[in-house]
């Protein structure tokens, strides 16, 4: 697996602050709240102006708090609790009552506040409904109330903000849903890292402790009645299971390649020791490029098999550029399964993440085929 890059491994960092920091996003917006504020100020009487202050400050307050409430609870994949939201939303708009009772129709203008925060943290129903009460209020009390005046277009605007409203809730609605896929995506992709290792130290090892077995018990036996070929096999046996041993820490490492060249030459040694009679091709030059690796595994899963479970007095071995066919006259497949099949799995799934095609079966003498054609 690739590491990851300086900047995304700050991305989580920057997210965070961007959340943590998310009541800042909504004081930006009480710019708006000047205008009845200023109103306020140019009331008469100075209980009239404290009144006025105090009403927009305490107002601007429940809306940042309800806002930064959003933003957390977005963050986290929830909704924002809708008893908040309600009581937060009755209380603004009672806010806005008693500044309408203050300072006129320039109170309204802090209408759309709670036009945007009901698309926000309410059902999209209930915001509907409390968008239209806003509009009919805010074009029908400036007409009915003495000296207060019906803004221009201020309906409009109010719908226009509950829409954007709306849009910017479904950006972070999506945003959440991205990260919460590439949370999933990166997760797979470490489960599947863990399998391919898994997979290659599966085979790796069975293939060469198969090998070291066969040769051990040959050593076994020449020991009394050729000491000199018994040292040999033993000498053997020393360098694969050093050879195993380098080819786990490559493989955890991620390093390294099969190629049926090098497996062709293990599987002659291995079949000779097991005493199974190897045709095998002199060479695998024909084998295209990109097929190499692909064809040395399923070689190394199926000479595995045979010297394990085939009872194979000789194996056979037919390839070409495309195409590689195991085959022996052993007992062939078993009528039940017996449970042993990591390495035959193992080998389907990458037959399969080459968009190649395995085929396992019978041979024509009755043992075990195994058939690997590339795309």
């Known amino acids: 697996m690739n590491p990851m890059t300086s900047a995304e491994a700050d991305a989580p960092e920057a997210i965070s602050r961007m959340f943590r920091f998310g009541w800042v996003f909504g004081l ?42 959003f933003r957390n609870a977005n963050r986290n994949g929830r909704k924002l609790a809708l008893r908040w939201a309600w009581a937060s939303l009755i209380a603004m708009a009672v806010l806005i009552f008693l500044l309408a009772l203050l300072v006129g129709s320039e109170a309204f203008g802090a209408t759309i506040y709670v036009a945007v925060l009901a698309m926000m943290t309410l059902p999209t129903r209930h915001a509907v409904a409390v968008v239209v ?4 209020a805010v074009e029908i009390l400036p007409r009915i109330v003495p000296d207060w005046n019906p803004g221009t277009f201020f309906a409009f605007q109010l719908v226009v903000s509950a829409v954007a ?30 399998e391919r290792v898994g997979r290659d130290v599966h ?24 000491p000199a070929r018994a040292a040999v096999e033993i000498g053997e046996v020393e360098a694969l299971a050093r050879e ?56 190394r899963e199926a000479v595995t098999n045979v ?26 497949m078993p009528d039940a399964p017996s449970g042993d099949g990591n390495g035959l799995r193992g080998l389907a799934e990458r037959v399969h993440a080459a968009n190649a095609s395995l085929v396992i079966g019978r041979s024509r003498s009755g043992g075990f085929r195994v058939e690997v054609r590339a795309a």
């Open 28 to 69: 930006i917006w009480l710019f708006y709240l000047v205008y009845p504020l200023g109103q306020a100020l140019d009331q008469p009487q100075l209980w009239q102006q404290i009144a006025g202050v105090s009403t927009v400050i305490v107002f601007g307050a429940t809306f940042v708090v309800t806002f930064w409430g």
């Open 133 to 136: 009460i806003l509009v009919a």
């Open 165 to 194: 409203a709306w849009g910017i809730t479904q950006i972070f609605r999506r945003n959440h849903e991205l990260a919460e896929a590439r949370q999933q995506l990166a997760d797979l992709a470490v489960v599947a890292e863990r």
């Open 203 to 226: 085979d790796i090892l069975g293939h060469s402790l198969t090998v070291i077995t066969v040769k051990a018990e040959l050593a076994g036996r020449l020991i009394e009645i050729d």
């Open 244 to 299: 195993a041993l380098g080819d786990v820490r490559s493989t955890v490492g991620g390093m390294r390649r099969v190629d049926i060249a090098v497996e062709l030459g293990n599987a002659r040694s291995a079949l000779a020791a097991a005493d199974i009679d190897a045709e095998l091709p002199a060479d695998a030059d024909i084998v295209s490029l990109r097929n190499r690796e692909l064809f040395g595994w399923a070689l």
């Open 307 to 332: 010297i394990r479970h085939s009872g194979a007095r000789t194996c056979s071995v037919a390839i070409d550029a495309v195409h590689i066919a195991i085959s022996d006259d052993g007992c062939g």
